[in-house]
């Protein structure tokens, strides 16, 4: 292989192992204050704002945040809350996966994607009192 193409086939995979391939989902809307805290790092949220498996979507007392994840699940989440995103895998060709969040206080509407549908338990949603096995269907959890 020439030193060019060896050099234009290793950047090309560089690319594919950068970390844009973590991304989970996106944020599609908000209001008020809201942030996505990623490893101790604040960072203020905006349509279009990539998600990755453990980020902390945090909403202020007049905040509301709108997420598409990558398998069709849509989260509305309330003001005042504070939603982990602890595990995210979605094997597209094969529409499976896992999906475990967290939710410490606050409200979260979801209605459920792929994950859910794929096999029983495979989306969970934990609270401090409790574990919820989604099944596909859509509901609200609220942690005061």
Do not use: Y
């Not at 509305?76 to 410490?104: C, H, I, K, W």
């Not at 606050?106 to 794929?118: E, F, P, Q, Y």
Request: net charge positive; glycine share 12%; proline share 5%.
């Amino acid at each position: 292989m020439r030193p060019l193409a060896m050099l234009v086939a290793l950047a090309a995979l560089s690319f594919l192992a950068s970390p844009a391939l973590a991304e989970i989902g996106r944020v599609k809307s908000n209001v008020g204050a809201a942030s996505v805290n990623r490893g101790g790092r604040i960072m203020p949220v905006a349509p279009g704002v990539q998600l990755e498996p453990g980020d902390v979507l945090v909403t202020g007392r007049d905040g509301r945040m709108g997420v598409t994840f990558a398998d069709g699940t849509r989260f509305a989440v309330g003001p005042n809350s504070r939603v982990t995103l602890t595990e995210f895998q979605f094997d597209r060709t094969r529409q499976t996966g896992s999906f475990v969040t967290s939710v410490d206080r606050g409200s979260l509407g979801v209605v459920s994607g792929r994950i859910a549908k794929s096999r029983r338990d495979a989306m969970r949603v934990r609270t401090s009192t409790s574990m919820l096995g989604v099944r596909g269907t859509r509901f609200v959890v609220e942690v005061p």
